[in-house]
């Protein structure tokens, strides 16, 4: 079956430091990548999403390119600051079907 | 536009009892998925519903069970509650793409 791998927390970084948080996926199909942030006490929000291959996908700085022939998404920044911290989830979407495969999630903690 | 929202934020109940789960879509979406958030197993598909049928099912046992409303608007039920199910149970109201999903604050259930 589908599932996703992300690299284990915590992620402890000072602010303005550039953040990769590493996903790769398995899936039978040809599937849509998402990358989710969770911050403490709340739901899931949608960060950013990618349908196919090389696209990229983008928004608030983060960044992240479906690389098929590596099968990975990983989520970059450039320059991160204290209110990125929370918990990121990497996430596919199978051939269209609306259920999402979610990989365990990273934490990631700023310090100022 | 108003985004998910999930009725109760919070619930405590004891073991043997039943809670239902109460999820209003994005105005416009007419597919509801659930899903359980544990610190143990990370985030499980429970359910979806489309047009009031259920269109896909997680690995639950049937004390898990949903239902969906001409309205869009979905409620979950869980019967004979267990230690274990004890959980932050999110629903996500999919967009017209047929995949991409936004998710509700979520409902924090704690069963004593």
């Known amino acids: 079956g589908d599932s996703v791998t992300q690299m284990e927390g915590p992620v402890t970084l000072s602010e303005e430091a550039f953040l990769t948080i590493n996903c790769t996926y398995t899936?039978?199909?040809?599937?849509?990548l998402f990358w989710y942030v969770q911050y403490p006490g709340e739901g899931l929000q949608l960060l950013l999403k990618?349908?196919?291959?090389?696209d990229k996908g983008s928004n608030k700085g983060f960044e992240a390119t479906y690389r098929k022939e590596t099968t990975s998404f990983h989520l970059e920044k450039g320059s991160v600051q204290v209110s990125d911290s929370a918990v990121y989830f990497c996430?596919?979407?199978?051939?269209?079907?609306?259920?999402?495969?979610f990989g365990k999630g990273t934490m990631l903690l700023v310090s100022p | 536009k108003a985004g998910v929202t999930q009725t109760p934020r919070y619930l405590i109940k004891t073991r043997g009892q039943q809670v239902t789960l109460s999820c209003s879509p994005i105005?416009?979406?007419?597919?509801v998925s659930w899903y359980q958030q544990t610190p143990g197993q990370g985030l499980q598909f429970l359910f979806e519903?489309?047009?009031?049928?259920?269109?896909n099912k997680g690995n639950f046992p049937g004390r898990f069970s949903g239902r969906q409303f001409s309205n869009s608007r979905s409620e979950m039920n869980v019967s004979t509650l267990e230690l274990g199910d004890s959980a932050l149970y999110l629903c996500?109201?999919?967009?017209?793409?047929?995949?991409?999903?936004?998710f509700g604050p979520g409902t924090r259930l704690l069963v004593l």
């Open positions: 899936a039978t199909g040809y599937p849509s």
């Open positions: 990618a349908t196919k291959a090389d």
């Open positions: 105005s416009g979406h007419r597919s």
């Open positions: 996430a596919l979407s199978d051939q269209g079907y609306s259920t999402l495969t």
């Open positions: 996500a109201s999919t967009y017209m793409d047929g995949e991409t999903q936004y």
């Open positions: 519903y489309f047009s009031e049928t259920q269109r």
